[in-house]
C-alpha cells in the first residue's frame, strides 16, 4: 500500500462485527452497526508541540483499538475500506 498518514493521523481498517448475538440470533446485514474496533494499519510520525519538536504518536501498526462511533474519514485505497482519523480520536488499545 502507498499510503502514509501525516502528523497524528491513523490509518485503521474495521474489524467485522458479530453475525449472531450471544442468544444465537443471526443478524441481518441491513440491522448492523459499523463496528468500533480496528486494526492499525499505518501512523504518522505525531504532531509537532510548541516548540517544533514531534510527539510521537501512542499506537502501532497491527495494535487492536477501540474508537468512537462517529470518528474518522472512511476512505478506500487499493480496493479496501480504510478509516483514517486523528490520534485523539482512539479511545483505547486493546490489550491482547
Same mark, same amino acid.
Given at each position: ?36 474496533? %480496528?486494526?492499525?494499519?499505518? *501512523? ?12 510521537? $504518536?501512542? +499506537?502501532? @501498526? ?9 470518528? %474518522?474519514?472512511?476512505?478506500? *485505497? ?12 482512539? $479511545?483505547? +488499545?486493546? @490489550?491482547?
Amino acid at each position: 500500500m502507498a499510503f502514509r498518514p501525516l502528523h497524528d493521523r491513523v490509518l485503521l481498517r474495521r474489524l467485522e462485527g458479530e453475525e449472531k448475538t450471544k442468544g444465537g440470533i443471526i443478524i441481518p446485514d441491513t440491522a448492523k452497526e459499523k463496528p468500533q474496533e %480496528g486494526e492499525v494499519v499505518a *501512523v504518522g510520525p505525531g504532531a509537532r508541540d510548541e516548540a517544533g519538536r514531534i510527539n510521537a $504518536l501512542d +499506537v502501532r @501498526a497491527g495494535d487492536r483499538v477501540l474508537f468512537g462511533k462517529w470518528s %474518522g474519514t472512511e476512505i478506500k *485505497v487499493d480496493g479496501q475500506d480504510l478509516l483514517i482519523l486523528k490520534e485523539s480520536d482512539i $479511545l483505547g +488499545v486493546i @490489550a491482547a
